[in-house]
């Protein structure tokens, strides 16, 4: 099993987080999910300036590298530019960053 941390920031203009905001973008996450990416389970933990994802992927076969983290970053991508909840209240990920998080 591979486990990708990850997260978005808060855009300074979204309202403060709802009880059910967390649910809702992980939701949004399962709603672009590709079954050959092997996502198994997500998690969220919102706070006031962020909103931050455990993703569990199904690990590759032996020899070959994990790109759990650029599977994460894929989905993530498109679940931002489809899910009206994550595209107005957070920022886009850092193309910079793997995953959009420095310690993922």
Do not use: K, N
Not at 24 to 30: M, T
């Amino acid at each position: 099993m591979d486990v990708v941390h990850t997260g978005l920031e808060r855009r300074r203009t979204a309202q403060a987080a709802a009880a059910t905001e967390e649910a809702e973008a992980v939701d949004a996450l399962w709603a672009h999910a590709v079954p050959g990416d092997g996502l198994e389970h997500v998690t969220a933990r919102s706070c006031a300036d962020r909103i931050d994802f455990l993703l569990f992927y199904l690990s590759r076969p032996p020899g070959r590298d994990s790109d759990a983290a650029d599977r994460a970053r894929r989905l993530i991508t498109a679940a931002h530019r489809a899910s009206p909840l994550l595209h107005q209240r957070y920022l886009p990920l850092e193309p910079s960053t793997p995953a959009g998080h420095p310690g993922y």
